[in-house]
């Protein structure tokens, strides 16, 4: 399989994601800390097969920023999965696609990125999308609720991305495994002293389901994402990840039967357009990360 459609593959699985968090009966701190569990046992045992060498040194001296940047990780999961449960899957991730939008504004007021009148134009149009698809005076109070918590998952993942601007030499995959590690140490603690452990509660759907999320749609995808992104230019990656809320809207739409409002769409399809459009002004970048459930 080429390296482009490996990384379709990828965001089309990670636009299926919805579907299966809903059967998972779980806390999102707990359903969060499994996440991370599985992911990390599948990337580790991917390593060991490569017999891929961990540089400790370089490990080291990057250690804080992994460390936040996997704590910001497990917050991105947490909030993505409480939109999840007050809102559709469609508007959980429509609203989730703002980060773009924040690492675009974040950029410009910490880094003193140049401000151009096209970034201007597309950070207004996004916001007035965002307003457009809160819909507000028809929307219920858990849909709101909904929304502002994929906005807060949006956030804690331009965190990620920005924390991993400044780290640069970890390799990809490795450096995701870390992240998950530190995701871990920070969550396991929070669920013990918070909800406890609940998973011999959930169903045998809703275990398969949490197996699925943990070792298909994080270990086995994440390994076929950076396996794939450091073959493809900046442009494309940039471009090729936006079939992941595509996909996520059509699946809530025809498989979770959940509706959405023209307004929405059109909210939603104002922050994806204008961001894809504030994106074919940048310069192609090698081995970037870009946006994952």
Request: overall charge positive; some cysteine.
């Amino acid at each position: 399989m080429s390296s482009r459609k490996q990384f379709i593959f990828a965001v089309v699985v990670f636009g299926t994601l919805g579907p299966f968090i809903r059967q998972i009966n779980l806390p999102p701190t707990e359903l969060a800390l499994y996440r991370a569990i599985l992911a990390a046992g599948f990337l580790s045992f991917y390593l060991i097969i490569k017999q891929t060498a961990f540089d400790f040194k370089q490990i080291k001296k990057e250690m804080v920023l992994l460390f936040f940047s996997g704590a910001a990780m497990a917050l991105n999961w947490i909030f993505l999965f409480k939109a999840f449960n007050h809102t559709t899957v469609s508007l959980a991730t429509l609203s989730y696609y703002f980060a773009p939008v924040i690492v675009i504004l974040v950029s410009t007021l910490i880094f003193k990125e140049a401000i151009t009148t096209k970034k201007v134009i597309c950070f207004i149009a996004s916001t007035m999308g965002l307003i457009l698809m809160t819909d507000i005076g028809e929307s219920s109070g858990s849909q709101l609720k909904g929304i502002l918590f994929g906005l807060t998952a949006a956030f804690f993942y331009s965190i990620v991305i920005l924390f991993n601007k400044f780290i640069k030499n970890v390799p990809a995959i490795q450096k995701t495994l870390l992240q998950f590690i530190a995701a871990i140490v920070v969550l396991l603690p929070y669920v013990l002293i918070t909800t406890g452990i609940n998973i011999t509660s959930i169903n045998g759907s809703g275990l398969i389901s949490l197996l699925i999320v943990g070792l298909f749609h994080t270990g086995f995808t994440y390994v076929l994402f950076f396996g794939s992104v450091k073959e493809l230019s900046g442009h494309e990656v940039s471009l090729l990840s936006y079939i992941d809320p595509l996909v996520a809207v059509i699946v809530s739409i025809i498989v979770l039967n959940e509706s959405i409002l023209p307004i929405q769409l059109l909210g939603g399809a104002m922050i994806i357009g204008f961001t894809l459009i504030n994106e074919t002004e940048k310069k192609e970048k090698t081995k970037n990360n870009n946006m994952s459930a």
